[in-house]
């Protein structure tokens, strides 16, 4: 990626703790570049209305806007109909939306929902919440140890009693691509509807929810370089149709009397109340630039990055990577001799660089691989293979510093 691409995200110009910021936490969130954040200025300089309400100039303007990010999204997913994106606040929001509305009508106790060990907390929670509620339970699909999952105990798990497979695309921890499109094609044979946390993949390859097949999708518009406050479901019409509504509120109905509330139709029976009109412009924009980019050219840097990280870390004696899958995002999770993850990160932050250290918000992942938490690095379509440089020489004075 060239310079004039990174001369697009303002806040690369940092300097931290006197040194020149390497931002290495894209999985936690992105930066920003320049077209989002004026695109989001620009709406609140010039067009800034509550939408779906009033005829005024301005609140057209913003419905218009807002309307035009839908179309957007849609297309970015290569979803049928703009009916099946729902906007959100991000993937969380998603996840519960689909426990609770999907849940609440169709689980039962003593049914069955397949997670699995990889799963970010927030398709855990959710889950287990609707457990609580319904009796139904979770049932968790195993990994191997190199951070792939395990495929046949998934097959086994897969009974009558299941009523959903909720899945990550790709891991956040390990950075696994899991082979989704065969996942949904085994449950579907079942009859089993699938759900697909998508937070970690919009952003690093092409996503076509129709080719996949899956029946949800969800993911964050900030870790794909939008704003925070947003994010997408995904649901094929004929399920979304059928589901209950989430919250009630404005916006969201066709009829109220006292008696009774017809709701309106899709997208609007799931988005109550003000939306996040900002952060749907903001989205777009992204998209735009994603897609002025190119998809297989992120992945293709990205890939590069992983690849050249993988070989240099070989020279460093005791760092030991978490997550060995064959098929990867860039992202590397690692332990350094007995150092601990927070101390890594502290003495990197000293160097300029930005590493997440912690569980990642997946306690149970940290638990099958025995440790407490991990030091992550995840790469942007930013990143160099000279930054990668940097933190070697940063990571070789960690382990100076605890050799003492
Ligand atoms: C795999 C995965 N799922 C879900 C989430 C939750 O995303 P958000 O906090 O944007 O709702 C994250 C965030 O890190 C994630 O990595």
New binding site residues.
Partial sequence: MNTELRKQFPILQEQINGKPLIYFDN??TTQKPLCVIEAMDRFYFHDNANIHRSVHTLAQRATESYDQAREKTRSFINAKKVSEIIFV?????AINLVAQSYGRKNFHAGDEIVISTME?H??IVPWQLICEQTGAKLQVVKIHENGELDLDHYEKLLNKRTKIVAI?H???TLGTINPIKKIIAIAHAHNIPVLI?G??AVSHMQVDVQNLDCDFYAF?A??MYGPTGI?VLYGKENLLDSMPPYQGGGDMISKVTFAKTEYADLPQKFEAGTQNIAGAVGLAVAIDFLNSIGMDEISKHEHDLLKYLNKISLEINGLKIIGNALDKVGVVSFVLDKIHPHDVATILDTEGVAVRAGHH?TMPLMDFYGVPATTRVSFGLYNTEEEIDIFVTAINKVKKIFAR
């Fill in positions: 999985a936690a606040r991000g993937t969380t929001e970010h927030s398709n990550t790709v891991s956040n946390d937070a970690q964050s900030h870790k994010g918000c």
